[in-house]
């Protein structure tokens, strides 16, 4: 894991840099005892505003189920689809028995095939969730690495931007691009974040082949502990 200073970025990269402790084995046990808390149609459902909370969001094909899965080393925790727009509540699972720390996957925006009232109330209960939530703590967004950037993507960049809030940016689905290809990608990644000012991470992975698992449970677990 490579810090710029000038950037104030971590560059995560397919091959990390071993650390001088076993990070690996404790960030890994630290998600692989991740539980389902509930699903909620609503902000307002939401269990007690308490401890830490990692969001994830994207758009409804970014693949964020399977990350989900892969970072907790377990298939069924979150459940996927080969359609767009499964994810239609706000998912709450624990990670750890310990600590009050939870992850929190918000619904898929950008999806057309559903009713225009069911995609306001996703965009509802995600406003709601990301202005309202005190114990928020980092927003990962998920995006599809051939299609970055869409404007729901960058208009939450910049929302974190204003908020001060860290932030992830996931290219998810490397496996799509030859290594070279995808390493070009988060290049232009980093490039187009450089003027930020909020503590982020670019990371290439692949829920299909695990690149770039490591890495973001990493952040995670350095975000988390923050």
């Given at each position: 894991m490579l810090y710029d200073?000038?950037?104030?970025?971590?560059?995560?990269?397919f091959k990390a840099v071993p650390l001088n402790y076993n990070f690996h084995m404790v960030s890994h046990n630290f998600l692989q005892n991740s539980v389902f808390i509930g699903s909620y149609p609503s902000y307002d459902d939401l269990p007690d505003d308490s401890g830490s909370e990692i969001a994830f969001c994207g758009r409804s094909n970014c693949g964020k189920?399977?990350?989900?899965?892969?970072?907790?080393?377990?298939?069924?925790?979150?459940?996927?689809?080969?359609?767009?727009?499964?994810?239609?509540?706000?998912?709450?699972?624990?990670?750890?028995?310990?600590?009050?720390?939870?992850?929190?996957?918000?619904?898929?925006?950008?999806?057309?095939?559903?009713s225009k009232s069911m995609r306001a109330d996703w965009g509802v209960s995600i406003d709601n969730y990301l202005n309202k939530r005190k114990s928020l703590k980092a927003l990962v967004i998920i995006m599809d690495i051939r299609h970055p950037f869409k404007d729901?993507?960058?208009?939450?960049?910049?929302?974190?931007?204003?908020?001060?809030?860290?932030l992830v940016i996931l290219l998810n689905k490397s496996d799509k691009l030859s290594k070279n290809k995808a390493s070009q990608e988060q290049l232009r990644a980093l490039d187009k974040l450089k003027n930020l000012s909020t503590r982020n991470f670019v990371i290439s992975t692949s829920a299909t082949t695990k690149e770039g698992v490591n890495e973001l449970v990493e952040a995670m677990v350095d975000l988390f502990s923050e």
């Open positions: 200073v000038a950037r104030r970025h971590y560059i995560l990269t189920s399977s990350v989900l899965n892969a970072i907790t080393n377990n298939k069924k925790l979150a459940k996927t689809s080969k359609t767009p727009g499964r994810t239609q509540s706000i998912n709450v699972f624990k990670v750890d028995k310990d600590k009050n720390n939870k992850i929190i996957d918000l619904p898929g925006y950008g999806y057309a095939k559903v729901d993507d960058l208009t939450l960049i910049n929302w974190c931007e204003v908020k001060n809030l860290p």
